[in-house]
C-alpha cells in the first residue's frame, strides 16, 4: 500500500503559540488529501479536504482561521494550529487519497 | 448527511475465537474500507471493497460488500493477540470523495 508520513509524531506547546504539522505522500503523488481529529476513545472527525493548489475546503464547525491548511505540492499538506489552546489538545491524522484513502501515523498534540 | 452504524461497539474475546463485526449505513455506497487502528497510530487500511456483493480475504480477515450497497461486515478467524485494536468501515460515494466513517469496534482478545 501507499505510504503517508506526518511530522512531527508528537508536540508540546504553550498556550498561545501556533504548531505546524505536515503530511506527506511517499511514493504516490496525491491531489487531495484530508485532515482528521480524533479524541480518546472516539472515531475519526474529519476537519478538511485539502486540495492541491486551491482552498481547503473546511467540514461545518471547524475554524479556517485557526486551522490553516496548505497544500502547497502535490506530496504535501500541512496544518498549522494558530494560537493553540489547550482545548485544541488532541490526535491529528492526515491521509491522502491514492488508488484509495491511506491514513499517516498522527500527531499527538498537547498544548500547556 | 450519511450515516453509518458500526457494530458491535467493543468485542471481548478468546484467543482462538473467530470475530464479526458490521457496518450499516442510511445510503449506499461505491466504496466500502476497513480499517485497523492500534493505540497512538493512524488507522491501517485492511481491505477494500469496490463493487456490491464483493468477498474479498485478506489473511484471516474477509470483508463483504453488501448486496444493497449500504452495508459490509469484517470477519477474522482464529483470532490472535495482535487482532486487538479498533476497527473501523468507512464508506465512500465517489472515488476521489471523502469517506463517512463508523465509530469503530473495540476488540479486546484474552491469551
Known amino acids: 500500500g501507499a505510504v503517508v508520513s506526518q511530522h512531527p509524531s508528537r508536540v508540546i506547546c504553550k498556550s498561545g503559540t501556533s504548531v505546524k504539522i505536515e503530511c506527506r505522500s511517499l511514493d504516490f503523488q496525491a491531489t487531495t488529501m484530508f485532515w482528521y481529529r480524533q479524541f480518546p476513545k472516539q472515531s475519526l472527525m474529519l476537519m478538511a479536504t485539502?486540495?492541491?493548489?486551491?482552498?481547503?475546503?473546511?467540514e461545518q464547525g471547524v475554524e479556517k482561521d485557526k486551522f490553516l491548511i496548505n497544500h502547497a505540492s502535490l506530496t504535501l499538506s500541512t496544518l498549522t494550529v494558530t494560537s493553540a489552546h489547550p482545548e485544541d489538545s488532541s490526535f491529528y491524522i492526515c491521509?491522502?487519497?491514492?488508488?484509495?484513502?491511506?491514513f499517516g501515523p498522527g500527531t499527538r498534540l498537547t498544548v500547556l | 448527511g450519511q450515516q453509518l452504524n458500526q457494530s458491535p461497539q467493543s468485542m471481548f474475546i478468546q484467543e482462538g475465537e473467530d470475530v464479526s463485526m458490521n457496518c450499516t449505513s442510511s445510503?449506499?455506497?461505491?466504496?466500502w474500507l476497513w480499517y485497523k487502528q492500534d493505540p497512538g497510530e493512524g488507522p491501517v487500511l485492511l481491505i477494500a471493497?469496490?463493487?456490491?456483493?464483493e468477498l474479498t480475504s485478506n489473511g484471516r480477515l474477509t470483508a463483504q460488500f453488501g448486496i444493497t450497497r449500504k452495508d459490509s461486515f469484517l470477519n477474522i478467524s482464529a483470532s490472535i493477540p495482535s487482532d486487538v485494536g479498533i476497527y473501523f468501515c468507512?464508506?465512500?460515494?465517489?472515488?476521489?470523495?471523502?469517506?463517512?466513517f463508523g465509530d469503530g469496534t473495540t476488540l479486546t482478545v484474552k491469551p
Open positions: 485539502s486540495n492541491e493548489g486551491s482552498k481547503a475546503t473546511y
Open positions: 445510503s449506499i455506497f461505491n466504496t
Open positions: 468507512a464508506g465512500r460515494w465517489t472515488n476521489a470523495g471523502k469517506s463517512t
Open positions: 471493497l469496490y463493487k456490491a456483493g
Open positions: 491521509s491522502a487519497m491514492s488508488d484509495t484513502q491511506y
